[in-house]
């Protein structure tokens, strides 16, 4: 097997679990992201794990002006790419000081846009891969206590739609996941409902499950999709009631 | 905060927890200026009892990447959160095992090495610390210390065994042994009683692993009846013969490959009748009866043999939500066969049946001042947690001190200073490295507030 991922955000929980899910069925995989002294541990332990070739280099998403050099670096591209860089900030911190907004905004949505728009000028004209971005439950609908984030996530999964369907004719697969309630460093200390909240691994065997197989849109685990298509639907004077 | 407990699931305490993904986030956790007192590292919390409880618990669940693999000496070295379980999945194919383990494989290597484990292999390969060639500890001032045993020693032998006392295990490195197969030769022999288990145990010390289940409700003549489980690891050649055999079962004559387990599950807490003495009793008579009458052999999976229990998620849930405690004893081989009997004849008596009961003949001690094993019998007791059981116990810690024995730490939730104490005469050694590297305490369960620790 000769197939390498690349992922970028490889330090996030969902990231790491969906890099073993990869390294474990033979792919080569390349780690990205600012902190080098974790993704170095982390190439070293899913090398021996794997037996899989583990590269870590550098990414920072919001020096957009690194993106093009980064990504040029790469003689052979990967097969595919994972856009798992994601930042909740506060949102009340948001709300009212527009840096914080700002870091929300790019995080989730900018910096995706210019790496992908980076590297889908190439699969296009290569003609395979795939590539997949992590959304959010949070983007079908702004609620008042994660709209900033929430709204990045939104326009990052209607550029995935574009994306796809620009890619189509160039058989490049563009796969949106939306996570729901997912055990991770980012949710920490949040008080999540157990029975609604997905282990990293799981979200990792969702993703892993749904690009093999070519799917579009993926939400995971499988109920928000009902969940999300009943809050899609309440009426506004209802919905603005509630205090989601 | 939320609720933790130890697999006993008694007691329960609430806990802040905080999770460290680095050496220097653990720095920054231990140097904070608010002095955190009563802090314990904690791995997967297999420890029975308040081991691993305090106000203020370190988790090491992220601290789980392997380091490096030497395959020429089997040396693995590898972060304090990585499991046995996950070692031996990756490692079992490769033709390594670890060199010793416990009942469950669901254990940190650092809290393997915390408890020093001890596994059926004792009497031939010691506890697991024989096994560790480094360790790396972070102690309370957020130092980061190397120890073995030719490195800063009084450290490591305070460290393995140490319950977390030390401080965190960041790291370390341990030998795993070679082996052709992911089977085990099995050989069970039935035991009429006590006696009879004993002289087996000593007839087949050339048996790699060796355990006993008895029967504690057994009484009289038949006190003690037992039956007695032998293990090596199976050649390549034995592997593939068997298989090769079964026609049609398996096509791969593939000896490193386990057979995959099933995995049940116990979804909820029984209620307490269910686990009552005539249900335990009748169990223990059918079980007993199962095994062969005369010595049989077969061919086991690792994992059944090493883990019945681990097969089945959340068993510590059949004793309901009061939860339960296990007694786990070593008496010294002299004392054992008159200490082992007065044991179990205050065991059977009362109405807290002990529904699984182990019984082992430990090898030689090991070297760091707080480990459990030393040269004799072991015996591993359950009991639910009821009102009158506390007394029970600190009978039986009576007959267990008089007999010059001593109780395993990583078991209990409810031993005395005093008792602890008498068992360990190593513990001022043990003190001695614990004012050294922590003075204030800053490390501390309600373990070893409970032990004078």
């Known amino acids: 097997m000769d197939k390498t991922l690349l992922v970028l955000g490889a330090t996030s929980d969902i990231a790491r679990a969906v890099a073993h899910r990869y390294a474990g069925d033979g792919w080569n995989i390349i780690l990205s992201g600012r902190n080098s002294d974790v993704l170095k541990r982390d190439a070293a332990d899913m090398r021996i794990r794997y037996g899989v070739k583990v590269d870590d280099v550098h990414f920072d998403a919001l020096d957009f002006a690194s993106h093009y050099k980064f990504w040029s670096q790469f003689s052979e591209k990967p097969e595919g790419v994972l856009y798992a860089i994601g930042y909740l900030g506060d949102q009340k911190k948001s709300e009212s000081d527009w840096n914080e907004s700002r870091i929300v905004i790019e995080t989730n949505y900018s910096a995706a846009v210019s790496i992908l728009n980076i590297v889908a000028a190439d699969f296009e004209k290569r003609g395979s891969g795939f590539m997949i971005g992590i959304g959010s439950v949070a ?40 996570p729901g309630f997912v055990a991770t460093r980012m949710t920490e200390g949040m008080k999540l409902p157990a029975r609604l909240t997905a282990t990293p691994e799981q979200v990792a065997a969702d993703i892993f499950r749904a690009q093999q197989s070519g799917r579009q849109v993926l939400y995971t685990r499988w109920f928000w999709r009902l969940i999300m298509l009943a809050i899609i639907h309440l009426p506004g004077r209802l919905f603005v009631k509630l205090k989601l | 905060m939320p609720l933790i407990c130890g697999w006993g699931r008694h007691p329960t305490v609430s806990a802040e927890q905080s999770t460290f993904d680095s050496d220097e986030a653990l720095r920054s956790i231990l140097t904070t200026p608010r002095l955190i007192a009563g802090l314990i590292p904690r791995g997967l919390g297999r420890s029975y009892g308040d081991s691993s409880l305090s106000e203020r618990v370190i988790s090491t669940k992220r601290m789980n990447r392997l380091i490096s693999f030497d395959k020429t000496t089997g040396v693995l070295v590898c ?16 033709a390594w095992f670890v060199p010793v383990t416990p009942g469950t494989k669901y254990v940190t290597i650092g809290g393997a090495i915390a408890s020093d484990v001890h596994g059926k292999n004792h009497h031939r390969s010691g506890s697991f610390s024989n ?30 065994a140490g319950y977390g006392l030390t401080g965190v295990i960041l790291r370390a490195a341990v030998r795993l042994v070679s082996v052709e197969s992911a089977f085990i030769r099995q050989r069970t022999i039935r035991a009429h009683n006590l006696e009879e288990a004993m002289t087996i145990f000593e007839e087949n010390s050339s048996w790699t692993y060796s355990v006993a289940w008895i029967d504690t409700l057994s009484s009289g003549r038949e006190a003690g009846r037992s039956v007695i489980m032998l293990g090596e690891h199976a050649k390549a050649e034995e592997v593939t013969r068997v298989r090769g055999t079964r026609a049609g079962k398996s096509s791969a004559h593939e000896p490193l490959v386990p057979r995959k387990s099933r995995r049940l599950s116990v979804p909820f807490d029984l209620p307490s009748f269910v686990l009552n003495s005539l249900v335990v009793s009748t169990f223990n008579y059918f079980y007993y009866h199962k095994s ?57 008596g009362h109405g807290n049946s002990s529904f ?52 395993y730490a990583t078991k209990d939730c409810r031993m005395s200073a005093g008792m602890f104490r008498s068992g360990y005469p190593e513990v001022d050694k043990f003190i001695e490295v614990r004012e050294r590297v922590d003075p204030d305490r800053r490390f501390a369960s309600l373990q070893s507030r409970r032990l004078g620790l």
């Open chain 2, 292 to 348: 062969p009458r005369l010595a049989g052999e077969k061919l086991v999976s690792y994992e059944p043999f090493f883990y019945p229990l681990d097969g089945i998620l959340n068993w510590n849930r059949i004793y309901g939500r009061r939860g339960f405690t296990q007694y786990q004893l070593v008496l010294p081989k002299e004392s054992s066969k008159e200490g082992l009997k007065e044991v179990l004849r205050l065991t059977s």
């Open chain 2, 356 to 407: 699984l009961a182990v019984l082992k003949l430990f090898g030689k001690e090991d070297s760091p001042y707080l480990s459990f094993a030393r040269e004799g019998y072991t015996l591993s007791l359950d009991f639910p947690i009821t009102k009158d059981l506390f007394q029970q116990l600190d009978e039986l810690d009576a007959v267990v001190l008089a007999y010059g024995g001593r109780l």
């Open chain 1, 139 to 178: 983007g079908d609908r702004g609620r008042m206590s994660n709209y900033i984030y929430g709204s990045a996530k939104a326009g990052f999964a209607v550029y995935l739609s574009g994306l796809r369907n620009r890619l189509y004719k160039s058989s490049v697969q563009v796969l949106t996941v939306k």
């Open chain 2, 131 to 160: 096994h560790v060639l480094w360790v790396d500890v972070a102690l309370s001032d957020g130092s980061i210390v190397r120890c073995s045993q030719s490195e800063n020693r009084d450290l490591f032998l305070a460290t393995c």
């Open chain 2, 79 to 94: 972060e304090g959160g990585v499991s046995i379980a996950e070692v031996l999945d990756i490692f079992v194919p490769r």
